[in-house]
């Protein structure tokens, strides 16, 4: 007797597992799944376009001055970018959420670009903000992004992390924030453009360009490459916000042509034109992150432009015990559950911002500097009988000299 196979993928009943039949033709238990998978999506779209755009409660949008105020609490200084940062969010969101309008006015995307040092708390700022939001959020490294076909990862693993982390619900992952880092890092070489293929630099920045716009993107929810047979995630990117954030090292020089900082002579009005040399980043305009290696569509998607200050000494010292989580308030916290009581003198937190600044790390040397200090403590006072610990300059320089991490960075 000929073996029964099933009617849509063809494969013989030994194979299936078991057929169901029908009048003329029978059907396995893997093609009912597929299909009960595609009515779901074909319905969900259904529901979407006849849904209209209605206030999501469960984003908490605010006002600028709410989401700034929400900063401080978590970002020491950068008074500015947190100021550009709070409006460009506040108008985003309610752009979102208010209903649309007939009158013809459509309000664009204000994605972001952050420029600053190492260190200066361009990611900081990006996840704080989405944590008053609650809403998706993914951290991005630009690079290891390149073309698709190359080694590497393509464009659209941007979304897949968005995704992952709105447990996949792509109604939600729509209205997320996607920080893409070390965005300098995919600059073409030169200001002219490229001859030959740059697959990690001005081809990336060419796929970027549908993501930062807006369009429906196809989205392998496990990875295009490995899994080339997986059914993709239609996601829309027009609601998502792309914050971009690089240290662009080097940029100063372009900033200062354009200023001509070196021009030998007088000028009119002295006191109008004095230049701080120290902080060019102040004076950047988008013309200079074109020069520097952007091309010109990507500087026109991302039209809110702001920089951070590099860090002083007063600056890293607020942010080694301000903060809600400061790095002090870690350590308290952490010898607190061996019920040790931990305090530091001023004339150690001044040792660890004095070689922070030395290091030229930022914000994130400082946590270096103290795990070197604290480690010796952290071995071994869990064990011991000791009660409380009291971190001084003369602890802090003995233990910093024993580190083999620091001792020799410089």
Do not use: W
Not at 128 to 138: G, Q, R, Y
């Amino acid at each position: 007797m000929k073996e029964k196979k099933c009617s849509f993928c063809g494969r013989p009943e030994h194979e299936t597992g078991g057929l169901i039949s029908g009048i003329s033709g029978f059907i396995c238990i893997d093609c009912i799944e597929q299909a009960h998978f595609l009515l779901q999506d074909v319905c969900s779209d259904k529901n979407k376009k006849k849904k209209p755009l209605e206030k999501d409660d469960k984003i908490k949008i605010q006002k600028p001055t709410q989401i700034k105020e929400f900063l401080d609490q978590y970002v020491i200084g950068q008074e500015y970018a947190k100021k550009v940062l709070s409006v460009a969010v506040y108008n985003h969101y309610k752009r979102i959420l208010q209903k649309n309008t007939d009158d013809g006015v459509e309000i664009e995307k204000s994605n972001i670009i952050m420029v600053g040092e190492t260190g200066t708390g361009k990611t900081l700022l990006a996840k704080t903000i989405a944590k008053m939001l609650d809403v998706p959020f993914a951290i991005v490294d630009a690079t290891v992004l390149t073309e698709a076909g190359y080694v590497g990862e393509d464009i659209e693993s941007l979304l897949v992390r968005l995704l992952q982390d709105a447990d996949y619900d792509v109604e939600k992952a729509e209205k997320g924030i996607v920080f893409i880092d070390e965005i300098d890092k995919i600059a073409r070489k030169g200001d002219n453009p490229s001859i030959t293929r740059d697959v990690s630099g001005e081809g990336v920045q060419q796929g970027l360009l549908k993501l930062l716009e807006g369009s429906i993107v196809n989205v392998p929810p496990q990875g295009g490459r490995k899994h080339p047979e997986q059914k993709m995630i239609a996601v829309d990117t027009k609601n998502i916000l792309f914050i971009c954030g690089g240290a662009f090292d080097g940029i100063d020089r372009c900033i200062a042509a354009r200023l001509n900082t070196q021009i030998i002579g007088y000028s009119l009005n002295k006191k109008d034109n004095v230049i701080d040399k120290q902080n060019l980043l102040q004076y950047i305009i988008p013309d200079d992150i074109r020069k520097f290696g952007l091309i010109p569509e990507i500087v026109g998607r991302m039209p809110v432009l702001t920089y951070l200050n590099p860090l002083d000494k007063e600056a890293l010292k607020q942010i080694l015990t301000e903060p809600k989580n400061s790095i002090i308030k870690q350590y308290i916290k952490l010898f607190e559950f061996d019920n040790i009581k931990l305090e530091f003198t001023d004339d150690a937190l001044d040792f660890i911002v004095n070689n922070a600044i030395q290091y030229k790390l930022g914000a994130r040397g400082l946590r270096s500097i103290c795990e070197s200090i604290m480690l010796n403590a952290m071995y071994e006072f869990p064990s011991g009988r000791n009660s409380s610990l009291k971190v001084t300059k003369e602890f802090a320089e003995q233990n910093l000299d024993k580190s083999h991490i620091l001792k020799f960075a410089i």
